[in-house]
Nanobody, 125 residues
Framework: VQLQASGGGLVQTGGFLRLSCAVS????????IGWFRQAPEKKREGVSC????????YYLDSAKGRFTVSRDSAKSTVYLQMNSLKPEDTAIYYC???????????????????WGQGTLVTVSS
């Protein structure tokens, strides 16, 4: 299984970016799909995910209303549309997939087995 994240870059406060994650060798519909981020000197945190159990979507509180996760199963690609970006969104963003069922949200790293290499998002003030 390989995950290739892309779409990061430098953007001003209030701007937008769309991250993509191309996934190979698995069927997206059968897996949790997650986006995580890690800012300098901070722990990695779950930003958004799609649960394999019922395909519900979940978001970090600070991402609600600004970020949207989606997937194109035909293209085996996952997206994270990020609008109204803030300097505190600056981080390396990772996509991940995993097969473990959750009874609710899927933002914990414990639900993920495979990780992409990350793409850097920098939001200038």
């Amino acid at each position: 299984v390989q995950l290739q994240a892309s779409g990061g870059g430098l953007v001003q406060t209030g701007g937008f970016l769309r991250l993509s994650c191309a996934v190979s060798d698995l069927t997206l519909d059968h897996y949790n799909i997650g986006w995580f981020r890690q800012a300098p000197e901070k722990k990695r945190e779950g930003v958004s995910c799609i649960s394999r159990r019922d395909h519900s979507t979940y978001y970090l509180d600070s991402a609600k209303g600004r970020f949207t996760v989606s997937r194109d199963s035909a293209k085996s690609t996952v997206y994270l549309q990020m609008n109204s970006l803030k300097p505190e969104d600056t981080a390396i963003y990772y996509c991940a997939t995993g097969i473990k069922y959750s009874n609710g949200e899927c933002l914990s790293e414990s639900f993920y087995n495979y990780w992409g290499q990350g793409t850097l998002v920098t939001v200038s003030s």
